[in-house]
Every structure is written in structure tokens, then in C-alpha cells.
């Protein structure tokens, strides 16, 4: 209650300081109201030969209407969401019905920005707080409450913040509380030949404890802070950030939170690279050891219903302060994303399945060079070349299943620059070459290297191997119509084996496009060791197809095909979805 109190003070004092600096320079601009428009339907078909039936609820929609009213320095505004009659297939079962989602009231001048209501921040690089949206994946984190963000001058950036979580219509029970420093250091002391920043951070949750938890090993109130800094000069670049966590009870997948097992978290990031005309190198490099951050102590459970088994909210990214996305590349092939990495935060103790893992520790590391025009590799046009190498790893850590009595108690010691079992790797390199005027053509190797077993955490030892060629071709007409046609093997030794896929995409102007795709699985063997024996047991076609018009600010797009159940990512972050056939129709406007 008194760092609620001492926020309300800060909000009114800085309020008051800003009005008599600014009484006599307000501008007068005339009121401004705008909003957007997006609709996602879904009518889920049955389909025979793949054995899915319609769910109960086969039409479904994810709607959202938001609408801004500005004047002069102040800004409010609402977001409605409205699920029909149920959310898309594996959405967050928070999001059920109509309401208000979203709404806040701002006022911003050349030096405060003070929101009221829900909002959006990321301090550093988010490992500890990133608050943001993203409606394909179904991540909404927005925080409730009240935001100061102060720039008293050039280079100097203060930020003060408290709030609750938000999850579905409603929040989570913890309150948040967070302050951050961003000072560019070289603009305050006028220097203009190199770049140097500096930055601090520190988030407070407070969360209840149980009632039936006796003598409690560890405090309601779990601190986090972050150091960074950056440097550049003429190409060159480098950034390191420090995360550390507080201690906290560690959440096991299999058996719950386990209030005799604390301990703390930290995170290690660092970023190098140079560039200039025709190159450019660059490496990023991450250690985490138990950085999971939830708003609550305890994922929240969601009860089983027609669609799905039980789950909770980190099944959907759900009352999740951290941000740690998987880095490696995200690719623009189909057949590259069906074994993707997903960054390894948590800490897993488990004797049943022999997984055990407290992070990861890894990087990847990118090359550009474009040969020039005119040269042997660059031809007429030149050739860019890109090569990316990602690799990650288990924290090498000695494990304690037992205390001295024989009782189960799990521990660990990671070493801070060891690496165990190998989670994840791909090695790719792309070539980018235009061989006349109007055609174009990108050409693509990737190996990948896949841990299922200990990604997951499955029984089933299971690791894939694959290579897979890329190759697209871009013709363009006359009248902004094109044409483009991208092909794809993967050759793959374990799991479902094999796969071809072939796009065609066809842009008749600014206004219309269509497309037909098709991800066909021929290398299936029904008594092969797959990783997911559950769907589409046989050698099958993925197919797909849309048509897609473009107007001003609005977009219309229908659609016909299969889903293939696994994940969905975005900037490195995923979400499951399941196996399904169906029509989907989209629209999205803005005025």
C-alpha cells in the first residue's frame, strides 16, 4: 500500500511540475479520433481422411476493434475483443465472450508520458519485463495500472511503473512494481565520434503466499534487476546485459510448484558485431539459468473442455513477465519451421522420464557480404550471401535428487560457462541473386540438428537430423503484377522422414493476390519412432489456398486448407496448434 501511495505522489508531482513549465506553451491542435478493425474466422470442416471431426463450436472468430481520441497532449483510448463463439483452436481460454480488453487515458509532452489504465513496456532487452501484444500468437501482457516515463533531457531516460498483469478480461493477483534507467551517455557529454549507453532496471512482484504453506522458505516479494551497456564506434558495436532474479519456489511441469525447492535466476546476454558497405558480421550470445518470471508464483490451470485436455497459462505465454525468445534464425521456408527451438528458461528435475536441465547456453553468429556489381560472383547485379550458424546447449550442472535422510528433495549447481547436452543447431547459408531486370531468385541450404526428448521433455528418445534445399524464383511483370514460385526438400532421419513443398503466389496489382501451397509428408513410415504419434498417421498432403485483396488501409483474405498440429512462431516465440481443416476468412481496417 505504500509503494502504491508513493507512485500516486510521483504520478501528481511530476503532473504539477510539467503544467507551470508548460502552462504558457500549450498547443492547440484540433481532436483527433482513429481505430482499426481486425477480424480472424475460422469454420473448422471435417476432414475423413486425416480423422478429425468439426468441434462443437466449428465457426469461431477473434475480433478486435480499437478505437483512439486524441487532443493537444492528451490521448484515450479502449480496445473491445470479442471471441464468436468460442476463440480459435488452442487460444488462451481466457479469451471467451465480449468485453472491454484494453483501455487507458495518456498524457504526453516533450519530457513526461504518464499513463493511466492498460499499457505496454519493456525494460532492457525484456528478459524481465516485456509487457507487449501479439494476436496471432494469443500473447496479451499488457499491464493495468499507472506509467511515468520522464525525459528531464537529451539522454536521459527515467521510467516508473506499477501494475497488474493482464490475463483474458481480467489480471493476475500479483502486483507488480518496476523503475528504469536509460542514459546515452555519449550525447550528455557531447561526444559525437563513438557511442556509449548505459541502462538499470528493477522489478518488485509481490505475491500472496498459499495459506497452507507452513514456515515458508522464501518472501512474498521477489526483487529482479538488470544492468546494460553499449558501446560503438565507426562500424564496430557491442552491448552486454545482466539479469538477475531473486530467489522464488521452482515450478516442476510434472509435480507443481515446490515450495522446498528456491533458488534464484540469472541471465547473461551479450552482442558483437561490425559493419560497413558490402559486410556485415554478427554474434549474439545468451546464458540463462532459471529465468522463467511469472506475474504469479503458480502457472494458472485451465480445467479440460471438448477441444483439449487440461493446460495452464504457460501453454500460452500467459501471466509471463519475461521475454526470452529462441535466437536463431527465423526462416522464411515452410519446411524449416516444423522443427523449431524454443528458448529453454526453466528449470526440469525429473526422475521419471531421466530430463534434467536448468537453461541454456548458446548464441548464433552472422555473416552478410554482397559481392559487387561487375565482380566475378557479382555479375551484373551483384550477389548478397548470407551465412547464420546457431548452436544451444544444456547448463552443465551437477544434480541432487536426495537429502541426507533419503527424502526427495531436487537441487542443482550449474556452472556458469558449461554446456551439456545439445538442444538445438542449424547451419544455414542463403544466396540472393537478381539475374535481370525483372527476375529474381533466392537459393537456401540448412542442416538442423533437433533434441526433441530433452526439448520437451518427452520418454521417447528422439532426435531428428535433417537438410533441406530452398529455392525461390520472383518474375515480375509489367504493372506491379508478379509472380513467384518457392520450392523445397527436406531430407530428415528420423520422425515423419521426409518432405517436398511447393508455393506459387500470384500478385495481379497493388490490390489482389493468390496463392496455392502444398507441404506433402511421402516419407512417413507408420512404424517409424515418431515424435507425435497422435496425428496424421499416414503419408499426406498439407495443402492449402487463398485469395487475398488489398484496399487503402484495409485487407480481405479467404482461405481453404489443412493445418499441420505443432507449432506456430513468431520472432522466436511459439504456440501450439492443433490438426484441423477448415475455411478461414480475415479482415483488418484502420480510419
Known amino acids: 500500500m505504500k509503494k502504491k501511495l508513493a507512485l500516486g505522489i510521483l504520478l501528481l508531482s511530476a503532473i504539477t511540475v510539467v503544467a507551470q513549465q508548460e502552462n504558457d506553451s500549450i498547443r492547440k491542435t484540433k481532436f483527433k479520433f482513429n481505430g482499426g478493425l481486425e477480424s480472424n474466422a475460422q469454420w473448422y470442416l471435417n476432414d475423413v481422411e486425416r480423422k478429425i471431426d468439426q468441434p462443437e463450436s466449428p465457426l469461431r472468430s477473434n475480433n478486435y476493434l480499437f478505437l483512439k481520441a486524441n487532443y493537444g497532449n492528451f490521448t484515450v483510448g479502449t480496445q473491445v475483443e470479442s471471441y464468436y463463439k468460442e476463440a480459435l483452436l488452442n487460444y488462451n481460454p481466457a479469451f471467451e465472450g465480449t468485453d472491454f480488453s484494453l483501455y487507458w487515458a495518456n498524457y504526453r509532452s516533450k519530457i513526461l508520458d504518464i499513463t493511466a489504465g492498460y499499457f505496454y513496456e519493456q525494460f532492457g532487452s525484456g528478459m524481465l519485463l516485456r509487457a507487449w501484444e501479439d494476436r496471432a500468437l494469443g500473447i496479451n501482457t499488457a499491464l493495468r495500472g499507472g506509467r511515468i516515463n520522464f525525459k528531464p533531457t537529451d539522454g536521459v531516460s527515467i521510467t516508473a511503473l506499477y501494475g497488474r498483469q493482464k490475463s483474458g478480461f481480467h489480471v493476475s493477483d500479483a502486483d507488480v512494481f518496476g523503475a528504469n534507467a536509460d542514459l546515452d551517455l555519449a550525447t550528455l557529454f557531447k561526444q559525437d565520434s563513438f557511442g556509449l549507453t548505459a541502462g538499470f532496471s528493477y522489478i518488485l512482484k509481490n505475491a500472496e503466499i498459499d495459506e497452507s504453506v507452513v514456515d515458508p522458505k522464501f518472501d512474498k516479494e521477489t526483487p529482479a534487476y538488470s544492468g546494460r551497456v553499449g558501446f560503438s564506434k565507426g562500424g564496430f558495436y557491442a552491448a552486454t546485459e545482466y539479469n538477475y532474479k531473486g530467489e522464488e519456489p521452482i515450478y516442476q511441469p510434472t509435480t507443481g510448484l515446490d515450495y522446498d525447492f528456491i533458488k534464484p535466476g540469472n541471465a547473461l546476454l551479450v552482442n558483437l558485431g561490425y559493419s560497413q558497405k558490402g559486410l556485415g558480421i554478427d554474434a549474439t550470445l545468451r546464458r540463462m539459468e532459471n529465468m522463467s518470471f511469472l506475474s504469479d508464483r503458480e502457472p494458472f490451470v485451465y480445467q479440460s473442455n471438448g477441444d483439449q485436455l487440461a493446460t495452464n497459462s504457460l501453454d500460452y505465454n500467459d501471466r509471463v513477465l519475461s521475454f ?268
Open 324 to 591: 526470452t525468445p529462441a535466437l536463431t534464425k527465423q526462416h522464411h521456408s515452410n519446411l524449416a519451421n516444423i522443427y523449431v527451438y524454443q528458448a529453454q528458461n526453466r528449470v526440469n528435475i525429473d526422475v521419471t522420464t531421466n530430463i534434467n536441465k536448468t537453461g541454456e547456453i548458446g548464441g548464433q553468429f552472422d555473416v552478410f557480404y554482397n559481392f559487387k556489381k561487375g565482380s566475378p560472383l557479382g555479375g551484373k547485379y551483384g550477389t548478397k550471401v548470407a551465412l547464420n550458424v546457431s548452436n544451444w546447449f544444456n547448463l552443465d550442472a551437477d544434480f541432487e535428487f536426495e537429502d541426507e535422510n533419503g527424502a526427495y528433495k531436487p537441487d542443482y549447481d550449474a556452472k556458469f560457462l558449461g554446456g551439456g547436452e545439445k538442444y538445438f543447431s542449424d547451419y544455414n547459408i542463403e544466396v540472393s541473386k537478381k539475374f535481370s531486370k525483372n527476375f529474381r531468385g533466392n537459393f537456401m541450404f540448412i542442416n538442423q540438428y533437433y533434441n526433441d526428448r530433452l526439448i520437451k521433455g518427452s520418454f521417447i528418445e528422439n532426435v531428428v537430423k535433417t537438410n533441406i534445399l530452398f529455392a525461390e524464383g520472383i518474375y515480375t511483370f509489367s504493372g506491379s503484377r508478379s509472380l513467384t514460385v518457392g520450392a523445397e526438400h527436406m531430407w530428415a532421419d528420423n520422425d515423419r522422414k521426409n518432405w517436398a513443398s511447393l508455393l506459387v503466389e500470384y500478385n495481379h496489382n497493388m490490390n489482389w493476390s493468390v496463392f496455392v501451397m502444398d507441404m506433402y509428408n511421402y516419407g512417413f513410415e507408420e512404424e517409424g519412432n515418431l515424435i507425435d504419434d497422435a496425428y496424421d498417421l499416414f503419408k499426406i498432403h498439407f495443402y492449402n489456398a487463398g485469395i487475398t485483396y488489398r484496399k487503402n488501409s484495409s485487407r480481405f483474405s479467404l482461405g481453404y486448407g489443412r493445418q499441420r498440429g505443432g507449432l506456430v512462431c513468431a520472432g522466436g516465440v511459439c504456440r501450439f496448434v492443433p490438426p484441423s481443416t477448415g475455411l478461414s476468412f480475415t479482415i483488418s481496417t484502420s480510419f
